[in-house]
């Protein structure tokens, strides 16, 4: 897994493969690469198989320190405001470094290049790169190009082609692991910036979403977690010409021999449909746990969104999860804020928030999008408003939250061990079905492996306990 500034397992994986190359003066040197990386799920899943590719094509070895780098790499989020800001100021820094190491090749990609294409440069000279989403795999060709002619390359286009044909075989680097089933998104919410940014959506062909995540539990991974910016809206077609649909993949993903546990992120609520709602019944593989965007509770402020559900239908959908998977506990997304957004408005959110009664929810405060229909509303809430709503929203969330985690206390936890905790190397942490994380004492021998918990601490972020059974 990937961090903001990237996971120094990198680094560490990145010594497997020491390719080397001459300099004019006969020694021997290696090429290093480092990238940050802003934004989602799907920035950091892009940069892992961005680094994989310079790697496995270019001999690019991982660095954490940007002033060592030969390339450096910018992958871009701009979901929320200060995107542009961000990605100037770290520019700013990075032209520094150039100035002293005129040879380093400095590329921007992700949502940011994907909107702004030429204007990146305009700006900024000292980038020679410049990359969207769906065009990252021609980063081995683009880097030559530059070390060849010294001219910058600026490709955000929407290819027919798609990257995933120019990836190296995945590397596990873990027991769990995010797989890319669809690209882009076609709702049009209109406070998004995403169908923009990433296009419309192209679903991956099923035999090649299999095939990776075949290759991956041949590895080792037991867990995976299938990534779009909206998963449910899949559809390919298989080799033979056959359609499979969401719900027919996570069938197929599950009888993949060691695949365990199967997570998917992230979901819209008109596209859950009671085909995928009845995977819950017989696919045991597929975790409690489900993270459904509701935006907000209000009619009113749905319709402006354009979410194309009410609020009763959205309770509806969880209605029969509930039905199809008793246990199954839920997460949400939340704006707080919306153009028109009422204190009435604001309180169906909570009611919303209490009915549905969510795990754990992220919440955002609204942010223009240039270039969004939302954009063009008058965006009436003050400030102050929106910034108290959000304390509130929180507050309630986190009761809700810590009320979850302390009815664990004293159960048993199926967790799937992913290494050592962050914070104390003695340690070992995993994640619970319902995604909380677990610190527990342990041999380095169960790492990758499932193991049952039983929970002795709560704490506000994460839980404590003790291995049962192996
Ligand atoms: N389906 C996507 C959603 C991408 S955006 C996914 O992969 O998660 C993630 C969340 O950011 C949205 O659900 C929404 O709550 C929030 N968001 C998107 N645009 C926003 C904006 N303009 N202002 C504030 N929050 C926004
Ligand atoms: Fe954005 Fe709505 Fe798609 S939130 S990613 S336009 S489902």
New binding site residues.
């Given amino acids: 897994m990937l961090s903001n500034d990237y996971n120094i397992s990198r680094g560490l994986y990145f010594t497997q493969y020491h390719f080397l190359y001459t300099l004019s003066n006969g020694q021997l040197m290696t090429k290093k690469l480092h990238i940050k990386t802003w934004g989602?799920?799907?920035n950091k899943y892009d940069s892992s198989k961005m680094a994989n590719l310079l790697n496995s094509m270019q001999g690019f070895n991982w660095t954490e320190k940007i002033e060592d780098a030969d390339v450096l790499l910018l992958n871009t989020c701009s979901?929320?405001?200060k995107a542009y800001e961000k990605v100037f100021s770290m520019l700013g820094r990075w032209k520094l470094i150039k100035e002293k190491k005129p040879t380093l090749i400095i590329g921007v990609g992700g949502c940011v290049a994907s909107q702004e294409g030429e204007y990146i440069r305009l700006r900024s000279p000292c980038v020679d790169i410049v990359f969207g989403p769906q065009t990252l795999h021609r980063l081995p060709e683009m880097i030559k190009h530059v070390q060849k002619t010294r001219t910058p390359i600026i490709d955000v286009s929407f290819q027919e082609i798609s990257k995933f044909d120019r990836f190296p075989e995945p590397r596990a680097e873990g027991p769990s692991a995010f797989v890319s089933i669809i690209e882009g998104?076609n709702?049009y919410?209109a406070?998004?910036?995403?169908p923009y940014t990433r296009g419309e959506e192209v679903s991956r062909p099923s035999d090649d979403v299999l095939l990776e995540i075949s290759q991956l539990a041949e590895q080792g991974v037991r867990e995976v977690n299938l990534?779009?910016?909206?998963v449910n809206a899949y559809c390919a077609t298989t080799y033979d010409g056959e359609i499979c649909t969401f719900a027919d993949l996570l069938r197929l993903v599950a009888a993949i021999d060691g695949i365990d546990r199967i997570r998917f992120?992230?979901?819209?609520p008109i596209e859950l449909t009671d085909d995928i709602i009845s995977v819950y019944e017989d696919t045991p593989e597929l975790v409690s746990f489900l993270?459904l965007?509701v935006?907000s509770g209000s009619d009113s402020i749905l319709t402006a969104m354009k979410r194309a559900h009410t609020a009763f239908e959205y309770k509806e959908i969880i209605h029969k999860l509930r039905k199809a998977r008793p246990n199954i506990r839920f997460s949400s997304?939340?704006?707080?804020g919306?153009p028109g957004e009422t204190q009435a408005d604001f309180d169906q959110t909570l009611n919303l928030i209490t009915e549905v009664n969510f795990d754990t929810s992220?919440?955002?405060?609204?942010?223009?999008?240039p270039g969004?229909p939302?954009a063009e509303m008058v965006d009436d809430v003050s400030d102050q408003e929106k910034k108290e709503r959000l304390y509130i929203l929180q507050q309630q969330i986190n009761q809700q939250m810590l009320h979850f985690s302390r009815g664990m206390l004293g159960s048993l936890q199926r967790i799937l061990v992913e290494g050592t905790s962050r914070k104390n190397i003695m340690e070992l942490s995993g994640r619970t079905e319902c995604n909380r994380i677990v610190h527990f004492e342990g041999s380095h021998k169960i790492i990758g492996k499932f193991v049952d918990v039983e929970i002795t601490e709560v704490l506000f972020h994460s839980l404590r306990g003790i291995v049962v059974h192996i």
């Fill in positions: 989602c799920q799907m979901i929320r405001e998104c709702k919410c406070f998004c910036i995403v990534l779009g910016q909206n992120t992230t979901s819209h993270h965007p935006q997304d939340f704006i707080i919306f992220f919440s955002f405060i609204y942010s223009p999008r969004t939302a």
